[in-house]
Each structure stands twice: as structure tokens, then as C-alpha cells.
């Protein structure tokens, strides 16, 4: 199983995170697009990515940013979403290589997304969600965001890969659904996200378990809600995760937000014997 780490806001540069991954005996780094280091226009200097990561031999993931929006109803935005879809895409393909040298080759390089939720309207009563109501215009725009992966992505070793944050709207089910019967798409499962909301979506994770190819690891909390913990510090049977991660052949990113909890991660993953980092 090949375990990796999330690009750290105490790392100041590519560099920093790389030194940290080796240190720490980890196989791969997940580049956050919402950080301003890891834009796409940033990104498009694979060559400089690319021999970073060969020096140390590890290879990388991508996480697109969490305001990307394909169904926006604006268009321009809309279009601009789109365009970095694409134009990442293009950054993920050249970093195969990277990965079948110093990760798993039976493994895609992903491109983790989140679904945007969209706007809601505030009535008396109730909420009312504008995907929601505006089904089918959302729909439409699921479709040409398939068919367009599916053309840039073509016979490439690249996944887009969707991962639950605080519960998947029913509507975003149905979009979900429709993404992964394509080869292109697959799902994240967040397992800290997914206590922190009482973990109401594992049924629909669990149902689509053949589709389960990239997890975010860290503990997390019900009640108070918590996550990104270190390993070992919520309320998350851990090693059923993680046996799971590994009956699906997926990849692990430990996902926390500081290198002390980084480190405490990698410390329990060894002390534990789930796998040899």
C-alpha cells in the first residue's frame, strides 16, 4: 500500500515537502491547487516538479481546488473551471511516469476533486438548494464535464477522483453516479470527514466500493465534530479503514494539517503494523 502526505501550510516551498516526504519514509505528495505555489500556471513547469521529485524518488498526486465549480451557473467562471480541469489534466499525464517508477503501476495518478454544493436560497421555511431545483441544467453540465475528461484524459493512466467532504446532497449522487460510469472517474473516501458528519455517507461509499481508489487517512470525532487529527487521537476504527484501503488496492494520503500530527500519522502506521512505510 503506498501511503503519501498533502502539501503543509508550515512548508514554505515544494522543496520543504519533499525533504519532509522522504524523511518520513512516505512515497508520494498530494499538491494542493489551493495553494498559491500550486496554480495551475505553476504546475505547468513539470520539468522543475518532475526532477524535484526524481531526485528524491517519489512521484505526486493532485488535489484541484475546493471553490472548483463545473456547474457554476455563470459561464465564464463555469468555463474557467473547466480550463483548469483540462490544463491539470495535462500536468497529471506527464507525472505517470514518475509513478511507475516509485509508486505502484496497477495504481492512476488522481486528480482528487470535491463536490460543490452551489448556492442555496433562505425561504421562511426551508432551504432551497439552486442544483436542486435546477436539476436538469446541473445535469447538463455533468455531462459535457464527462465527456470533455474523457477526451483529454483518452487512454491515459489518469482518474479524477471524487472525495465526500460534509455529506453528498442527493442530487450530487445522481451526478456522481453518472461520472463514474465512466472509466475516468473514481471516489476518495475522506474517513476524518466522514466521522465528523457521523459518517452518513459510508452506505453510498461502501455500495461503490469498486470505485474506491485514493483515501484521505486522518481521526476524526463525532460529537464534538473533529478531523484531520493525528492518527490514534479520535474515535476511528483505524486499522477496519485501512484494511479496506488495502482489500481496494487504493492509495493513502495522511491527511493532516500539521507535521507534528504528520508525524505522530506515520509513528502509529508503523507501531501498528498495518504496513512498512
Given at each position: 500500500?503506498?501511503?503519501?502526505?498533502?502539501?503543509?501550510?508550515?512548508?514554505?516551498?515544494?522543496?520543504?515537502?519533499?525533504?519532509?516526504?522522504?524523511?518520513?519514509?512516505?512515497?508520494?505528495?498530494?499538491?494542493?491547487?489551493?495553494?498559491?505555489?500550486?496554480?495551475?500556471?505553476?504546475?505547468?513547469?513539470?520539468?522543475?516538479?518532475?526532477?524535484?521529485?526524481?531526485?528524491?524518488?517519489?512521484?505526486?498526486?493532485?488535489h484541484l481546488d475546493e471553490n472548483l465549480n463545473i456547474a457554476d451557473f455563470n459561464p465564464l467562471v463555469r468555463d474557467a473551471y473547466l480550463e483548469t480541469v483540462r490544463r491539470t489534466i495535462e500536468v497529471a499525464k506527464k507525472f505517470v511516469e514518475l509513478k511507475n517508477k516509485y509508486g505502484d503501476e496497477h495504481q492512476s495518478v488522481t486528480i482528487n476533486m470535491h463536490m460543490h454544493h452551489g448556492i442555496y436560497i433562505t425561504l421562511p421555511d426551508r432551504k432551497v438548494q439552486m442544483y436542486e431545483r435546477d436539476f436538469d441544467i446541473y445535469m447538463d453540465y455533468f455531462k459535457i464535464f464527462r465527456n470533455s475528461?474523457?477526451?483529454?484524459?483518452?487512454?491515459?493512466?489518469?482518474?479524477?477522483?471524487?472525495?465526500?467532504?460534509?455529506?453528498?446532497?442527493?442530487?450530487?449522487?445522481?451526478?456522481?453516479?453518472?461520472?463514474?460510469?465512466?472509466?475516468?472517474?473514481?471516489?476518495?473516501?475522506?474517513?476524518?470527514?466522514?466521522?465528523?458528519?457521523g459518517e452518513k455517507d459510508v452506505p453510498y461509499i461502501l455500495e461503490r466500493k469498486e470505485k474506491l481508489k485514493h483515501f484521505h487517512i486522518h481521526d476524526g470525532k463525532e460529537n464534538p465534530p473533529k478531523n484531520h487529527l493525528g492518527l490514534g487521537d479520535g474515535e476511528i476504527d483505524l486499522g477496519e479503514r485501512l484494511s479496506l484501503a488495502k482489500e481496494c488496492n487504493a492509495r493513502c494520503v495522511l491527511e493532516t494539517k500539521t507535521i507534528e500530527a504528520l508525524r505522530k500519522s506515520v509513528g502509529w502506521i508503523s507501531d501498528n503494523y498495518y504496513e512498512t512505510l
Open positions: 500500500m503506498q501511503y503519501g502526505m498533502p502539501t503543509l501550510i508550515e512548508n514554505k516551498t515544494l522543496n520543504d515537502n519533499i525533504a519532509l516526504c522522504k524523511e518520513l519514509g512516505l512515497s508520494f505528495i498530494e499538491l494542493n491547487m489551493n495553494f498559491p505555489e500550486y496554480q495551475i500556471d505553476k504546475l505547468e513547469k513539470v520539468t522543475d516538479f518532475y526532477k524535484a521529485a526524481d531526485d528524491a524518488e517519489i512521484y505526486y498526486t493532485i475528461c474523457e477526451k483529454w484524459i483518452g487512454e491515459t493512466d489518469v482518474k479524477i477522483a471524487i472525495e465526500n467532504t460534509e455529506g453528498f446532497r442527493d442530487y450530487e449522487k445522481k451526478a456522481i453516479d453518472y461520472l463514474l460510469a465512466s472509466p475516468c472517474f473514481v471516489l476518495t473516501w475522506d474517513i476524518g470527514h466522514s466521522k465528523a458528519i
